[in-house]
């Protein structure tokens, strides 16, 4: 059966870090793409990142992210990462991944039509 968890959300200070794990189970890796997304009260969900299964692991960032988040998969363990650093408080949201409706060959998109399977999320709360 198909299912992803996140972990490692939690109350970090402006300018700290945390590390976001997705455990995927019933596929592997280089079968879907993979996105990570978020949605803060009262807004929209957004894309925050994502890893192609295929096109070499190729990677893809929210503007607003770039230099400053990092996805990265480890397929021994069927897991992707989110290294977010230089946190800001517009980034507390809730945290989701998600792997692709379907297997694709090209890079990985941030649109969140293309995602058919979510994690529960992970809470990331950047206050002082």
């Known amino acids: 059966q198909l299912q992803l968890v996140e972990s490692g959300g939690g109350l970090v200070q402006p300018g700290g870090s945390l590390r976001l794990s997705c455990a995927a189970s019933?596929?592997?890796?280089?079968?879907?793409?993979i996105g990570w997304f978020r949605q803060a009260p009262g807004k929209d969900r957004e894309g925050v990142s994502c890893?192609?299964?295929?096109?070499?692991?190729?990677?893809n960032y929210e503007d607003s992210v770039k230099g400053r988040f990092a996805i990265s998969r480890d397929i021994a363990k069927n897991t992707v990462y989110l290294q977010i650093n230089s946190l800001k408080p517009e980034d507390t949201a809730i945290y989701y991944c998600?792997?692709?409706?379907?297997?694709?060959?090209?890079?990985?998109?941030?649109?969140?039509?293309?995602?058919?399977?979510w994690g529960p999320g992970t809470q990331v709360t950047v206050s002082s």
């Open positions: 998600a792997a692709a409706r379907h297997v694709s060959y090209n890079r990985c998109t941030l649109d969140a039509r293309d995602y058919g399977f």
């Open positions: 019933g596929f592997t890796l280089d079968y879907l793409n």
């Open positions: 890893i192609s299964s295929r096109s070499s692991g190729a990677t």
